[in-house]
């Protein structure tokens, strides 16, 4: 087969849907070694794959840079001319995409959430409003085969999209093989004096956008230590993408949470570090105390399967995935309430047994995510669609 994959947030690794991307490739690359694949994306970025996994560089045109319209063009027409061009016999869009031509062959598309639905100040621009309603409808139209990340997700969108649940098939994600390194002692030296580290550390990642709740999160934090006397620092991982169209009412501004952690008088105590390579990302895991994430919805929560299989106790909010990712192998709360979040990171904080029980219980429910597994079945659904291409439109 010569598959195509729709490889744009490959740019912007550091993104969920990145993740998601690099993820899964990487372990397709190890267990596919016949079938050609096709990776399109907008610009150069490091590639390090087999011969049989070919990077296609197709720039955006110069018009409207950044911006929905823009991007809107690229996924549409240009992968739609990509398509023809390289002949291709199953595309995968990796986020919820597919471009024209896409539906004249064998198709797969992953749609990994409903967030642009679930909160209103997600469709206030107006432009990115027309971008997802109209993608949505396209993919509605196109789709041979869906895909996505949880069940919850599944129920989710479903209806959004006009999919019958029981047509969506759950393939969940996997993490970086390097969050289960443990690492030396003198790379973590290294490491907190780098980033400056002097205290012990609560850690969040996940990203700035509004659904994530981090307002509350540095509310139950200023509770954490005004309250229950905690003397370390909360680190804040994540910026605000500005490589691609993105809508300026879904993120926090960094600018503004600085502001409110100093009304909470906690602004010594909370460090916003930014985007970090995978390589830090697994250090910070691996020397927190603690992970937290209060999110409003996820689709999968990734860091959260990355905290657990470094052996990172989690504090985790009890609405979207995080239940179905991380069953019993976190602290799950309320994410409004800030006084009940910051008694459940006391508790993990200080009760060595809880902490041991979460660690134990992380390890062993990440293994269930086992990424050559995944890839295996991603790779059976290709061949899957390819075969009822065949024989549907063979003449």
Same mark, same amino acid.
């Given at each position: 087969?010569?598959?195509?994959?729709?490889?744009?947030?490959?740019?912007?690794?550091?993104?969920?849907?990145?993740?998601?991307?690099?993820?899964?490739?990487?372990?397709?690359?190890?267990?596919?070694?016949?079938?050609?694949?096709?990776?399109?994306?907008?610009?150069?970025?490091?590639?390090?794959?087999?011969?049989?996994?070919?990077?296609?560089?197709?720039?955006?045109?110069?018009?409207?840079?950044?911006?929905?319209?823009?991007?809107?063009?690229?996924?549409?027409?240009?992968?739609?001319?990509?398509?023809?061009?390289?002949?291709?016999?199953?595309?995968?869009?990796?986020?919820?995409?597919?471009?024209?031509?896409?539906?004249?062959?064998?198709?797969?598309?992953?749609?990994?959430?409903?967030?642009?639905?679930?909160?209103?100040?997600?469709?206030?621009?107006?432009?990115?409003?027309?971008?997802?309603?109209?993608?949505?409808?396209?993919?509605?139209?196109?789709?041979?085969?869906?895909?996505?990340?949880?069940?919850?997700?599944?129920?989710?969108?479903?209806?959004?999209?006009?999919?019958?649940?029981?047509?969506?098939?759950?393939?969940?994600?996997?993490?970086?093989?390097?969050?289960?390194?443990?690492?030396?002692?003198?790379?973590?030296?290294?490491?907190?004096?780098?980033?400056?580290?002097?205290?012990?550390?609560?850690?969040?990642?996940?990203?700035?956008?509004?659904?994530?709740?981090?307002?509350?999160?540095?509310?139950?934090?200023?509770?954490?230590?005004?309250?229950?006397?905690?003397?370390?620092?909360?680190?804040?991982?994540?910026?605000?993408?500005?490589?691609?169209?993105?809508?300026?009412?879904?993120?926090?501004?960094?600018?503004?949470?600085?502001?409110?952690?100093?009304?909470?008088?906690?602004?010594?105590?909370?460090?916003?570090?930014?985007?970090?390579?995978?390589?830090?990302?697994?250090?910070?895991?691996?020397?927190?105390?603690?992970?937290?994430?209060?999110?409003?919805?996820?689709?999968?929560?990734?860091?959260?399967?990355?905290?657990?299989?470094?052996?990172?106790?989690?504090?985790?909010?009890?609405?979207?995935?995080?239940?179905?990712?991380?069953?019993?192998?976190?602290? @799950?709360?309320?994410?409004?309430? +800030?006084? /009940?979040?910051?008694?459940?990171?006391?508790? %993990?904080?200080? !009760?060595? *047994? =809880?902490?041991?029980?979460?660690?134990?219980?992380?390890?062993?429910?990440?293994?269930? @995510?086992?990424?050559?597994?995944? +890839?295996? /079945?991603?790779?059976?659904?290709?061949?899957? %669609?390819?075969? !009822?291409? *065949? =024989?549907?439109?063979?003449?």
């Amino acid at each position: 087969m010569r598959i195509g994959i729709n490889g744009y947030y490959l740019t912007t690794q550091h993104a969920g849907i990145g993740q998601y991307s690099i993820n899964l490739l990487k372990a397709l690359a190890e267990i596919d070694k016949e079938n050609k694949y096709y990776v399109f994306v907008p610009k150069e970025i490091e590639w390090d794959f087999p011969k049989n996994f070919i990077l296609k560089i197709i720039k955006p045109l110069p018009l409207f840079t950044k911006t929905f319209f823009n991007r809107f063009i690229w996924e549409e027409y240009q992968l739609g001319w990509a398509i023809k061009q390289y002949k291709i016999d199953v595309f995968h869009g990796l986020y919820q995409s597919l471009p024209r031509n896409s539906d004249k062959i064998a198709n797969v598309v992953t749609i990994h959430d409903a967030i642009p639905w679930r909160f209103p100040f997600e469709r206030k621009q107006l432009s990115y409003r027309l971008y997802t309603d109209y993608r949505k409808e396209l993919v509605k139209k196109r789709a041979k085969k869906v895909i996505t990340v949880s069940e919850i997700s599944k129920l989710d969108f479903a209806p959004i999209y006009g999919f019958k649940p029981e047509t969506i098939e759950v393939t969940y994600e996997s993490v970086d093989p390097i969050f289960w390194e443990k690492p030396t002692p003198s790379e973590i030296k290294k490491f907190k004096e780098q980033y400056q580290i002097k205290n012990n550390f609560i850690l969040y990642t996940g990203g700035l956008k509004r659904h994530k709740n981090l307002r509350m999160l540095i509310k139950a934090f200023s509770i954490l230590v005004h309250d229950y006397n905690y003397k370390g620092d909360l680190y804040i991982l994540g910026a605000i993408r500005n490589t691609m169209a993105i809508s300026p009412f879904i993120y926090y501004q960094i600018t503004d949470l600085e502001k409110y952690a100093r009304m909470k008088k906690v602004n010594h105590q909370v460090k916003f570090v930014g985007f970090v390579s995978r390589k830090d990302m697994s250090l910070f895991m691996h020397t927190a105390e603690c992970f937290v994430s209060i999110s409003l919805y996820e689709g999968f929560g990734l860091p959260a399967l990355e905290a657990m299989t470094s052996g990172c106790p989690s504090v985790l909010s009890n609405l979207g995935a995080y239940p179905e990712i991380a069953q019993d192998a976190a602290l @799950f709360v309320y994410p409004y309430g +800030a006084h /009940r979040i910051a008694d459940a990171l006391n508790k %993990v904080l200080t !009760d060595e *047994k =809880i902490r041991n029980y979460l660690i134990k219980r992380g390890l062993e429910r990440a293994k269930f @995510f086992d990424r050559i597994k995944i +890839a295996k /079945r991603v790779l059976e659904i290709y061949k899957e %669609v390819y075969d !009822d291409y *065949k =024989i549907s439109f063979q003449p």
